[in-house]
């Protein structure tokens, strides 16, 4: 990750404006040697939600150091009636009394949500046990959308060495959110996934994925992708923009003149819109796993605070990345 586009920057910023990130799974071992190294640099300060017995009790079995961190604990918190009642005038149209706000703040996931809400965390990372629903439940119910955008979407950002020594970059979306996204949220996705592809280096050429390459397949599904990519490309002219296209004709330059001699954008495509969660989810996870790539991610787009998900799989090294990514995205949102 030391040599990915665009992470030293990440740094660079922290390093000039140091920021708090929620962990809300405080004894999760991958979690807690990411906390560690994060205190051991100074740019970025853990706040480990948990009992403060059992987070450092899980640190000395696994052999972390997370002193200087600082733990919270959801069921001895001293600003909970304040959070209590800040959750019940954000739900009141859900008309959520108390006592059901003291239940969900009981939990980790709602609880570090409503701290990067009160302003006494600058970001959240879950997920690390937490289903993504899960993590992303509260924050959609809670901390809502951007203005400007109608759906919180996702992208991955993928990584791997590449035989001319650059690193080779690709954004994927949506793989984490939207079940099954119209025509007008797969534009929105297209356009946010470009958006935080840029923050890695990538210089976006984005295709609308399908199993049919302009018009060689039939189907719905088909007519839904190809009219997405053509509002897309209305929309944002100056984006380089195809679809729809199949996965080979999208990366593979040789495939690519076969399939659509002469398209910009065919076999150079870096940043990949998905039709559904099935594809998307399923297609990074084998990018992921047989492909060689990192995968960063999920990384929210068009929420309004900086919220991020991790997959159950992962690992430390990749929280830690995550934990970087997560606060470093909080400055650039805001600047
Ligand atoms: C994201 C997800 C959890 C939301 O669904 P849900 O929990 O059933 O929640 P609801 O549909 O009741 O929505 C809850 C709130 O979130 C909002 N919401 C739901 N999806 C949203 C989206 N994509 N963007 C913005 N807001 C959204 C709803 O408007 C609702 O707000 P409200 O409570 O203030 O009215 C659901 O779409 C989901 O499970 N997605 C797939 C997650 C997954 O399994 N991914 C695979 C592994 S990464
Ligand atoms: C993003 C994702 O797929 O998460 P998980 O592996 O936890 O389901």
Redesign the pocket.
């Known amino acids: 990750m030391d040599n990915f586009k665009g992470f030293g920057m990440m740094i660079g910023k922290l390093k000039k404006s140091p920021k708090t990130i929620v962990f809300t799974e405080g004894t999760d071992p991958r979690i807690l040697e990411a906390a560690s190294r994060l205190l051991a640099s100074n740019f970025l300060t853990p706040i480990l939600v948990g009992s403060e017995e059992e987070v450092m009790a899980a640190a000395e079995e696994y052999g972390f150091n997370i002193r200087g961190g600082r733990i919270i604990d959801p069921e001895n918190f001293d600003r909970i009636d304040e959070m209590i009642e800040m959750f019940c005038e954000l739900?009141k149209?859900?008309g959520v009394t108390p006592e059901q706000a003291r239940e969900f703040l009981k939990q980790g996931n709602y609880f570090g949500t409503m701290l990067v809400k009160m302003g006494i965390a600058d970001a959240l990372l879950g997920?690390a046990t937490y289903?993504?629903?899960?993590t992303?439940?509260p924050a959609?119910?809670l901390i809502?959308?951007r203005p400007g955008?109608?759906?919180?979407?996702?992208c991955f950002i993928l990584v791997r060495p590449s035989a001319t020594g650059e690193n080779e970059v690709l954004a994927m979306g949506d793989?984490?959110?939207?079940?099954k996204p119209s025509e007008d949220?797969l534009v929105e996705i297209a356009a946010t996934t470009a958006e935080c592809g840029t923050h890695f280096g990538i210089e976006p050429k984005v295709a609308f994925l399908s199993y049919s390459t302009l018009g060689s397949g039939k189907g719905e599904d088909v007519d839904k992708v190809r009219n997405a990519a053509a509002k897309a490309k209305a929309a944002y002219p100056e984006l380089p923009i195809e679809g729809e296209l199949q996965f080979d004709a999208a990366v593979s330059p040789r495939v690519a003149r076969t399939k659509c001699p002469g398209n910009p954008v065919a076999g150079q495509a870096n940043v990949f819109v998905f039709p559904d969660?099935n594809a998307g989810?399923i297609g990074y996870k084998i990018a992921q796993r047989l492909g060689n790539f990192e995968a960063y991610g999920?990384i929210l787009m068009?929420?309004n605070a900086p919220i991020n998900?991790l997959?159950r799989g992962c690992n430390a090294e990749e929280v830690y990345s995550m934990a970087i990514i997560t606060a470093a995205l909080v400055e650039e949102k805001e600047a």
Do not use: F, M, W, Y
């Open positions: 739900r149209s859900k997920g289903s993504t629903a899960d992303v439940r959609l119910q809502k959308t955008h109608t759906i919180v979407s996702s793989c984490a959110i939207n079940l949220e969660i989810n999920p068009g929420l998900d997959s």
